[in-house]
């Protein structure tokens, strides 16, 4: 291992995957290791039997399940926004060659104890059973004010400079009630709790119209796509991507040590007692543990139905956000759906998440509004995860960590820490304007 290498990526979670691929598309030399023997690391996708044994201690899962090799059960399940991010980042990188995208059937939100489907432009507001009749009218205005709202022209600003008004302030304007701006501020503009409201209004109308042009996009009924047999097939297809850029990859590698200098820099990484240098490390906060600060932990439950969630309008697939303040917490919960439809379960079958930021010990209590929703269930597991970031000065020791994985069931803020780490890395932009249409064909049936 005389070589040395701009940048050793250790763990191919989704994050270190998509820098792994990006590096290597920006002609960085870029080895790329993990100590399991498996990609994905916590955002892999399991079968039966591996779910079993992770869940259970054995893999002898039920008969009446079906074939376990049917099933793909993402471990970090989210949906990616049709004209979001990741969306940009699989074409920027053209991974989207590999992989094939189906449109997700709903979007749904949680409100007075019931689930609506969240209504996201003028048109679907007047029909929506969310509001009553003066409130819709007041919604459709806002809505409007949103659609028309352009940047660079000062006509759709209303005399708002959105940089200084806040989300409230805005809002106010339109004397809309608490549980419209409920809907709007957590299943629109996907916040995860109500401190947006205070922040300056372009955030949020920028958020709200990326959701209405992703739902525009494929006519579906909601703004998310997701990759045919689940998300395991992402880091897979990014690992591709860096080994036709000349990266190379090493699963199964124990130990994974990174080594620093009497200055406390980074200059390799040993493994079986050979050390690969390098210029910067790039990882997930379990490679480098003393790095890291735990900021918050990830209740969950995973189950498997024989039906779709009811009151979803028997979707395949489906997003039921339930916002904080319905639920009397600090923050919101969600419900992920997916279905055989998506060839992430046999036939009949489906594969629910309920996920939060846990605020107790006792997931099974804490979880239970968003269980309740989902109907019998042939198997539930449940789960809490740590949340950590990283507390280190990239500048002092050339270490880049990514954050882990919040509770949300879209990919909108994994986005973001891969964009800025890779601004952290290279100094440089990520330049996402790209031709949104590259994505399409792969989404139709």
């Given at each position: 291992?005389?070589?040395?290498?701009?940048?050793?990526?250790?763990?191919?979670?989704?994050?270190?995957?998509?820098?792994?691929?990006?590096?290597?598309?920006?002609?960085?030399?870029?080895?790329h290791?993990?100590?399991?023997?498996?990609?994905?690391?916590?955002?892999?996708s399991l079968?039966?039997?591996?779910?079993?044994?992770?869940?259970?201690?054995?893999?002898?899962?039920?008969?009446?399940?079906?074939?376990?090799?049917?099933?793909?059960?993402?471990?970090?399940?989210?949906?990616?926004?049709?004209?979001?991010?990741?969306?940009?980042?699989?074409?920027?990188?053209?991974?989207?060659?590999?992989?094939n995208?189906?449109?997700?059937?709903?979007?749904?939100?949680?409100?007075?104890?019931?689930?609506?489907?969240?209504?996201?432009?003028?048109?679907?507001?007047?029909?929506?059973?969310?509001?009553?009749?003066?409130?819709?009218?007041?919604?459709?205005?806002?809505?409007?004010?949103?659609?028309?709202y352009?940047?660079?022209?000062?006509?759709?600003?209303?005399?708002?400079?959105?940089?200084?008004?806040?989300?409230?302030?805005?809002?106010?304007?339109?004397?809309?009630?608490?549980?419209?701006?409920?809907?709007?501020?957590?299943?629109?503009?996907?916040?995860?709790?109500?401190?947006?409201?205070?922040?300056?209004?372009?955030?949020?109308?920028?958020?709200?119209?990326?959701?209405?042009?992703?739902?525009?996009?494929?006519?579906?009924?909601?703004?998310?796509?997701?990759?045919?047999y689940?998300?395991?097939?992402?880091p897979?297809?990014?690992?591709?991507?860096?080994?036709?850029?000349?990266?190379?990859?090493?699963?199964?590698?124990?130990?994974?040590?990174?080594?620093?200098?009497?200055?406390?820099k980074?200059?390799?990484?040993?493994?079986?007692?050979?050390?690969?240098?390098?210029?910067?490390?790039?990882?997930?906060?379990?490679?480098?543990?003393?790095?890291?600060?735990?900021?918050?932990?990830?209740?969950r439950?995973?189950?498997?139905?024989?039906?779709?969630?009811?009151?979803?309008?028997?979707?395949?697939?489906?997003?039921?956000?339930?916002?904080?303040?319905?639920?009397?917490?600090?923050s919101?919960?969600?419900?992920?759906?997916?279905?055989?439809?998506?060839?992430?379960?046999?036939?009949?079958?489906?594969?629910?998440?309920?996920?939060?930021?846990?605020?107790?010990?006792?997931?099974?209590?804490?979880?239970?509004?968003?269980?309740?929703?989902?109907?019998?269930?042939?198997?539930?597991?449940?789960?809490?995860?740590?949340?950590?970031?990283?507390?280190?000065?990239?500048?002092?020791?050339?270490?880049?960590?990514?954050?882990?994985?919040?509770?949300?069931?879209?990919?909108?803020?994994?986005?973001?820490?891969?964009?800025?780490?890779?601004?952290?890395?290279?100094?440089?932009?990520?330049?996402?304007?790209?031709?949104?249409?590259?994505?399409?064909?792969?989404?139709?049936?």
């Amino acid at each position: 291992m005389d070589v040395e290498y701009d940048v050793i990526v250790l763990g191919t979670g989704l994050k270190e995957c998509i820098l792994s691929g990006l590096l290597s598309v920006n002609g960085l030399k870029v080895l790329h290791m993990d100590r399991n023997d498996y990609y994905g690391g916590e955002s892999s996708s399991l079968n039966l039997k591996q779910l079993w044994k992770r869940f259970r201690g054995n893999d002898k899962a039920p008969e009446s399940l079906g074939s376990s090799r049917e099933y793909n059960v993402d471990m970090i399940p989210k949906f990616m926004m049709a004209n979001g991010g990741l969306v940009r980042v699989l074409i920027h990188t053209d991974v989207t060659k590999y992989l094939n995208f189906k449109a997700v059937d709903g979007n749904f939100v949680y409100n007075k104890g019931k689930i609506y489907k969240v209504p996201a432009t003028d048109v679907e507001a007047l029909k929506s059973p969310l509001m009553g009749l003066f409130e819709k009218r007041r919604a459709r205005k806002f809505f409007i004010y949103v659609q028309d709202y352009e940047e660079n022209d000062p006509k759709s600003h209303e005399g708002m400079d959105l940089n200084k008004v806040t989300a409230r302030d805005l809002i106010s304007k339109y004397g809309l009630e608490d549980d419209t701006i409920d809907f709007i501020g957590h299943s629109l503009a996907l916040q995860s709790d109500d401190r947006y409201l205070d922040e300056p209004a372009m955030h949020f109308v920028k958020k709200m119209k990326l959701y209405a042009e992703s739902l525009a996009r494929f006519q579906g009924g909601s703004p998310y796509i997701y990759p045919m047999y689940g998300l395991g097939e992402l880091p897979q297809a990014f690992a591709r991507l860096s080994a036709v850029y000349g990266g190379t990859y090493m699963l199964n590698k124990p130990e994974c040590k990174v080594e620093f200098d009497e200055n406390g820099k980074a200059f390799g990484v040993t493994s079986e007692g050979e050390t690969a240098k390098c210029k910067k490390v790039v990882c997930d906060p379990s490679y480098l543990p003393d790095k890291v600060q735990k900021v918050g932990k990830v209740a969950r439950a995973i189950c498997i139905m024989s039906h779709p969630i009811p009151e979803t309008n028997d979707s395949h697939s489906v997003q039921v956000i339930l916002p904080q303040k319905q639920l009397g917490r600090k923050s919101d919960m969600y419900l992920f759906c997916c279905s055989y439809s998506h060839n992430v379960a046999p036939k009949g079958k489906y594969i629910a998440f309920v996920t939060t930021e846990a605020e107790t010990d006792q997931p099974e209590v804490e979880l239970k509004p968003g269980v309740d929703l989902l109907g019998p269930v042939d198997e539930i597991f449940y789960e809490t995860y740590d949340r950590f970031e990283p507390k280190n000065n990239h500048e002092d020791d050339n270490c880049f960590i990514s954050t882990s994985y919040d509770a949300t069931t879209h990919f909108e803020s994994t986005v973001d820490d891969v964009i800025s780490m890779y601004k952290k890395i290279t100094g440089k932009e990520l330049d996402l304007t790209v031709d949104l249409s590259a994505a399409s064909a792969a989404t139709e049936e």
